[in-house]
């Protein structure tokens, strides 16, 4: 069965700052990997996402993640962060097992702090 | 911008007692899912349903839950006897395709919580 593992559970980044979010995970064969992210109060949005291709893969607000496979790492990196970024951050690997719905598995998150 | 709509925000509810939580897929959605999320807790995976029965269901849905679709636009969550520690953030996500290539979108979760 896959896991995830996210061992930041808080990190503090200073407005501006670069950033970069830890996960990694086990999975048997090439994992389906995302990344969301929660704002207080909201749901669960998508930011990126890797299937295959690319390992660099670019997502929504500044946001970009690099699948190493040597590594079992999926980590999202900012270049300069954004107050509005403060969230909880959720690591997910998917297994696809070609038909059906499937389900992610996450971690267990990293709650992100901006500083001005 | 369709977004998955979920009711009620908040619930509070007596150990023993059925609570259902509510749900409104994105309208041509065709994959439905629940998670949920004990304080603190990492978000897991209950189960996901589609052509109106459950594709996979994961360890923690058991006896005590079940999911339907009754109409054409809701999908429910069904507690039949709530324990404590089945309190927690519930969330429902719907996809336009199968699978993990289709990106989940969440609703904004409800919380429930058992006395």
């Known amino acids: 069965a896959q896991s995830v593992t996210q061992p930041d559970i808080h990190i503090t980044v200073s407005e501006g700052a670069s950033l970069e979010l830890r996960c990694n995970y086990s999975?048997?064969?090439?994992?389906?990997l995302f990344w969301y992210v929660q704002s207080p109060g909201q749901g669960l949005q998508l930011l990126l996402k890797?299937?295959?291709?690319?390992?660099l893969v670019q997502g929504i607000k500044g946001f970009e993640a690099e699948f190493k496979r040597s590594q079992s790492s999926f980590n999202l990196r900012k270049p300069s962060v954004h107050w509005s970024d403060a969230a909880e951050y959720f690591c997910?690997?998917?297994?696809?097992?070609?038909?059906?719905?499937?389900?992610?598995?996450f971690g267990k998150g990293t709650h992100l702090i901006i500083q001005p | 911008e369709p977004e998955v709509t979920q009711t009620p925000s908040h619930q509070v509810t007596q150990m023993g007692q059925e609570v259902i939580l509510r749900c409104v897929p994105i309208s041509n959605h065709l994959y439905f899912y629940w998670y949920r999320q004990i304080l603190g807790q990492k978000v897991e995976f209950l189960v996901s349903f589609y052509n109106n029965e459950i594709s996979e269901k994961s360890e923690i849905f058991d006896d005590q839950f079940s999911v339907e679709r009754p109409d054409g636009s809701n999908f429910t969550l069904k507690i039949r006897s709530t324990k404590l520690e089945d309190s927690a953030m519930y969330f429902c996500?719907?996809?336009?395709?199968?699978?993990?290539?289709?990106?989940?979108?969440f609703g904004e979760g409800s919380r429930l919580t058992v006395l």
């Open positions: 890797y299937f295959s291709g690319d390992t």
């Open positions: 996500a719907s996809s336009g395709l199968a699978g993990v290539t289709g990106e989940l979108f």
């Open positions: 997910a690997v998917g297994a696809y097992s070609g038909g059906g719905a499937d389900g992610l598995t």
């Open positions: 999975y048997g064969a090439t994992p389906y």
